[in-house]
């Protein structure tokens, strides 16, 4: 009878962290001679891992008072060489009520 083959498994273990990320003076990111295409968090750990959080304030596109419709935002692994699941939230705050509307992200980084 042959031995017992040993195995080695891999374990995910969930690990959070939260960042906050405030774009000061928003109304005048997209006019004016501040315009700013893109707004960049400083590294922060999360799960073991350095992310930042890139803020577009035009959506990603050129800013123009007719682009101004959307935004977008990317959670960026600063951690180089790494293989990493990531789920994250992202909210955005009503300025006239105070609270904040939260969407759901899954990433794979491989």
Not at 17 to 43: D, I, Q
Not at 66 to 83: C, F, K, N, Q
């Amino acid at each position: 009878m042959a031995p017992p083959q040993a195995s080695r498994t891999a374990e995910a273990t969930a690990r959070s962290g939260a960042h906050v990320l405030e774009v000061a003076e928003y109304s005048r990111c997209c006019k004016g001679p501040h315009a700013v295409r893109c707004v960049t968090s400083a590294a922060f750990a999360a799960g073991g891992y350095e992310w930042a959080v890139r803020f577009f304030p035009g959506g990603g596109g050129g800013c123009s008072d007719s682009e101004v419709a959307y935004v977008s935002a990317d959670l960026v692994l600063v951690t180089g060489r790494a293989r990493v699941r990531a789920s994250f939230n992202l909210g955005l705050v009503n300025r006239a009520t105070g609270l904040p509307a939260f969407l759901t992200y899954a990433i794979d980084v491989l």
